[in-house]
């Protein structure tokens, strides 16, 4: 690794090589040890390859916490496991009444998806949630509005997958979270990586596109992260969302230092170099960690983000989030 080192810092390898040329996993690890002034070199080829894969539009979507807490599963990092005391709001899925407001809502401000995420392992096939879900599926796609539906509510088979689509759903989100060497170790030892590939495997199958990223700040390593990002462009996922942890009081990972800016920021353009043409969005933690250098993740390969709010936590307000887009827009365009 100091050969690699040493090579870029020395300027003898060609970032700009990697605009139209595929990256191997060994050369993305090269592109770890990039520091100093090289870094911004790399920013900017992401940073054409966004321009140049993607166009100059910012996708933003927006979520519903539709069923909150009481998990079953024993992520470290979330606060709405069942196994840790957070003191967040626990709640049954929310009516169908209660899911149009919220969808209509992410339509008057423009989100492209409105995505239904509810706590716990799964909602499944002959539930009154799994029946709910799909009702209110049939009615937003009949209303005819722009915003498009999204869901992620957990392991769900072939035939759920079916049901889903058969009413309208057009996509589904699933997290891989991390590498698959370092799954149980960072994230859950009640369920295995292997069920949430099951999913995202069947329904790509189907025809659904899959929105699919994980957290970076877990306590992974730079190889970690490359294996995840791989692992997601061999799946085929549409959609990347990059999430930077924060640590939650009362979990595992709650008392984990954030993470550097530069780390957060090489980790976007090396996944826009991995994955060219796929929507990378920015998460959960772009407010509160990238603070004053969040323009610069989209300078930097980013072209979405999360707007509206997270799981548990609270996000920036719609009007500033607009306004925010509109100025990248143009400097985009400029």
Request: with cysteine; glycine share 8%; aromatic share 6%.
């Amino acid at each position: 690794m100091v050969e690699c080192r040493d090579k870029i810092l020395g300027g003898i390898m060609d970032i700009k090589k990697y605009i139209d040329k595929e990256i191997s996993f060994e050369e993305a690890m090269e592109l770890t040890q990039i520091k100093g002034s090289k870094l911004m070199e790399l920013f900017s080829v992401a940073n054409e390859i966004r321009e140049k894969k993607c166009g100059n539009q910012m996708d933003a979507c927006t979520i519903t916490n539709a069923k909150s807490g009481l998990c079953s599963e024993n992520c470290k990092f979330c606060a709405q496991s069942a196994f840790y005391d957070t003191g967040i709001e626990t709640y049954d899925l929310k009516n169908v009444k209660k899911l149009h407001e919220e969808y209509d809502n992410a339509n008057n401000i423009g989100s492209s998806k409105f995505g239904v995420v509810t706590s716990g392992r799964g909602i499944k096939k002959g539930t009154k949630d799994f029946e709910d879900i799909k009702r209110f599926i049939k009615e937003a796609k009949d209303s005819g509005k722009d915003t498009k539906l999204c869901v992620s509510i957990g392991l769900l088979n072939k035939e759920e997958l079916l049901e889903l689509k058969e009413v309208g759903l057009t996509r589904i989100h699933s997290n891989l979270q991390t590498s698959i060497n370092s799954y149980e170790k960072l994230v859950a030892d009640t369920h295995k990586i292997e069920d949430r590939i099951e999913t995202i495997k069947i329904a790509k199958e189907i025809g659904l596109d899959v929105c699919s990223g994980g957290i970076i700040g877990l306590g992974e390593t730079w190889q970690d992260r490359i294996e995840m990002a791989f692992t997601l462009k061999e799946l085929g996922v549409e959609s990347i969302p990059i999430n930077i942890l924060t640590p939650i009081k009362g979990t595992p990972m709650g008392n984990r230092e954030l993470l550097a800016i530069d780390e957060i920021l090489k980790t976007i353009a090396i996944y826009r170099i991995i994955n060219k043409d796929k929507n990378i969005r920015i998460a959960a933690g772009r407010e509160g960690r990238m603070k004053d250098f969040m323009g610069m993740a989209f300078m930097s390969g980013a072209n979405g983000m999360l707007v509206g709010g997270y799981l548990t936590t609270k996000g920036r307000s719609w009007e500033d989030d607009k306004k925010f887009i509109d100025d990248m827009k143009k400097l985009w365009e400029e």
